[in-house]
């Protein structure tokens, strides 16, 4: 049996998808549970694009232990040194080098000749190769890539040391049947192939991903680059649940599996979505909420009789179990800790005490605590940053009949400021005497609210998007009173916002 790796690039093209950008600590927590399901590669990021990449890659290459961590970097000596110094003291490391090779791209946008791309390219892996054993290349937009000339690119990138080749269909243009075909041309042609691994980069923009990427499979490829939920870059790329379960589901057809511990699937699709704000379409294959409902009476019927009925993949395997009563106002922090390490978060003692007052506090408010209540509590504590403001207090007024307003008392710095406006509701009210307090001048593009579990005391999850001078930043915040998470949100983000303008950092 084929051992196929996955390249995870969720921290990378992943975080290109737009309104996605995460901060060091959230794109850490997600490394961690990349870890956790056993991916074999991280992309954690572009080394160069920015400070907050390098840092996260760095601390990544520090922190995480078990993948090999990659950074991207375009075929020039600035970026593959950057790289380098990104990822040097990860135990396992590789450079991700990369060159546009179609005639649309050299011509249009690099105006460079096939010959000086090639030149480039050779020299570059050469470069990166100087640093560290572990080298990708990628011929960017290779599926509208004279077939030829791409041969020729990857056999020169593998002589130069490439040691994983990867066919990129960067705009999301092949088909099936033609990719495979591509990928088995190139094992066929390319003289020195059997010294690399034959990788695959596909982006979804005719929702065909994960088939071109597993017809790659089929025709000898052996590393599949994915994001979890398939986000990315305009349609996404490769989704990692779907290709990963295509693969143990269909043995019979691939004779190839992969590393992933697919328990975890459920769990990493889930802060995916509350990290990045993106949510997953109920309909979406393996991790969308309806992936495992039956509502047809003659599908429930048959598996009631026998579950193979119409389950191809039982929900288990993939992380999916009924919700869980873990803890109440009597559990203690011997309990919550067992509990916590058990759903793999593994916390500094700073964040552990401060994980478990909140949970306190929780615990007083409701009865019941489930896995995701406390899921929300670790996001919120472990992606929290410096608080230049804090909530003190928060009342509202509302009614059928009455003008709604909010009364907030802000800790600015060291000075508390109050301040009471009217709204349309009570969270209009209540942005509004925040955004007076702090001088906000940023603009609301999004705002969400969900109830974590069932029940009326359910703690309310409140997600919010701020955009101000072309930065946005995501905010979250979680209470049993969704006003007061609203504003925990909103708080959250003008955080963000403040720490990220301190840090205006960006290289290129
Ligand atoms: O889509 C693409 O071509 C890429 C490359 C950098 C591999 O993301
Ligand atoms: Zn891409």
């Keep these: 049996m084929r051992k196929i790796k996955i390249f995870d690039t969720t921290l990378r093209d992943g975080e290109q998808s737009p309104g996605a950008s995460m901060n060091i600590g959230e794109k850490l927590m997600l490394a961690k549970q990349l870890a956790r399901l056993g991916v074999d590669i991280i992309e954690a990021g572009f080394a160069i694009s ?59 946008q690099f105006r460079v000749s096939r010959e000086e791309a090639l030149k480039r390219s050779i020299e570059m892996v050469k470069l990166a190769r100087s640093f560290v054993k572990d ?28 040691s994983t080749v990867n066919i990129p269909d960067t705009v999301g243009y092949s088909i099936a049947a033609e990719f495979g075909a591509m990928i088995k041309t190139i094992r066929d042609k390319v003289k020195n192939i059997d010294k690399a691994v034959i990788s695959v980069h596909c982006h979804n923009d005719l929702g065909l991903a994960s088939s071109n990427s597993l017809a790659a499979v089929l025709n000898g490829a052996g590393q599949i680059e ?15 649940e779907e290709v990963v379960m295509a693969l143990r589901t269909r043995r019979d057809i691939f ?43 003659i599908h429930q019927d048959g598996l009631l009789k026998e579950k193979t009925t119409y389950e191809i993949i039982r929900p288990e395997s993939v992380g999916l179990h009924s919700t869980k009563l873990v803890l109440g106002k009597h559990s203690g922090r011997h309990a919550f800790k067992t509990r916590l390490k058990e759903l793999g978060y593994d916390l500094t003692s700073d964040e552990l005490n401060n994980a478990f007052e909140q949970f306190k506090r929780l615990a007083d ?15 919120e504590e472990v992606t929290k940053v ?56 940023s603009s609301l593009l999004k705002f969400e609210v969900k109830a974590i579990t069932g029940g009326t005391d359910a703690l309310g999850e409140v997600m919010v998007s701020l955009e101000e001078g072309g930065r946005s930043v ?20 003008l955080n963000k916002l403040a720490v990220s303008s301190k840090q205006r950092d960006s290289l290129s």
């Design 50 to 108: 920015s400070i907050g990449d390098f840092e996260a890659i760095k601390t990544i290459g520090n922190e995480v232990e078990g993948p090999i961590i990659c950074s991207l970097a375009r075929a020039k000596e600035e970026d593959i040194k950057r790289a380098w110094e990104a990822v040097k003291n990860a135990p396992k490391k590789r450079i991700h080098t990369f060159h546009s090779t179609s005639d649309i791209h050299l011509k249009y």
């Design 135 to 162: 080298v990708e290349f990628s011929p960017m937009d290779a599926t509208r890539t004279d077939i030829n000339y791409l041969c020729e690119v990857v056999e020169a990138v593998i002589d130069a040391g490439a």
């Design 226 to 240: 994915c994001t979890i939920n398939g986000i990315g870059e305009r349609a996404g790329n490769c989704s990692m």
């Design 255 to 297: 004779n190839a599996d992969t590393n992933i511990n697919t328990e975890e699937i459920m769990k990493s699709s889930k802060l995916v979505t509350k990290i990045t704000g993106i949510s997953v379409q109920p309909n979406k294959a393996i991790v969308g909420a309806n992936a495992f409902a039956h509502e047809s009476g």
């Design 365 to 379: 408010q409701k009865k019941d605590i489930f896995d995701e209540d406390i899921s929300a509590l670790i996001t």
């Design 386 to 441: 410096p608080e230049i403001y804090s909530l003190v207090d928060l009342s509202i007024t509302s009614g059928l009949k009455q003008k709604p307003n909010a009364t907030v008392k802000l800790k600015v710095g060291e000075e508390v400021i109050d301040r009471m406006e009217y709204g349309d509701g009570p969270v209009d009210a209540t942005y509004k005497a925040i955004a007076a307090i702090t001088k906000a001048k």
């Design 474 to 493: 995501r905010g979250h915040g979680a209470d049993t009173d969704i006003i007061v998470a609203s504003a925990k949100a909103y708080i959250n983000a």
